[in-house]
């Protein structure tokens, strides 16, 4: 197919056209997308932090319930967040089991 007139500037000016339109638009977006990766991979980092805290509370609140101390204090567990374990109604020690064998193989 024969096209009449010289394509040649009416195509760069087409092409310049395009680019300082589409240019920044696309510079725009990509820079968009990287300051979202960016906060989101924070984000993350963030959550990470405070489930590890979280986990750290639980297992001493569990510890702690069932009579064991770590002798450390996680900094984030909170006097509202400890957990009172109450003693016993009878204080008896409990009954002691003999381990040693003191009979005789026939």
């Known amino acids: 197919m024969l096209v009449g007139g010289d394509l040649g500037f009416l195509s760069s000016l087409v092409v310049a056209a395009f680019m300082a339109v589409f240019g920044p638009v696309s510079g725009f977006m990509v820079r968009r997308k990287w300051r979202r990766s960016v906060a989101r991979r924070d984000e993350i980092k963030m959550l990470l932090v405070l489930a590890s805290d979280e986990a750290v509370r639980v297992e001493l609140q569990a510890a702690k319930e069932y009579g064991y101390d770590y002798g450390y204090r996680c900094e984030s567990l909170k006097e509202e967040y400890e957990v009172f374990v109450e003693t016993p ?5 409990p009954p002691t089991i003999s381990t040693s064998y003191s009979g005789s193989f026939n």
């Open 89 to 93: 109604a009878s204080s008896a020690p």
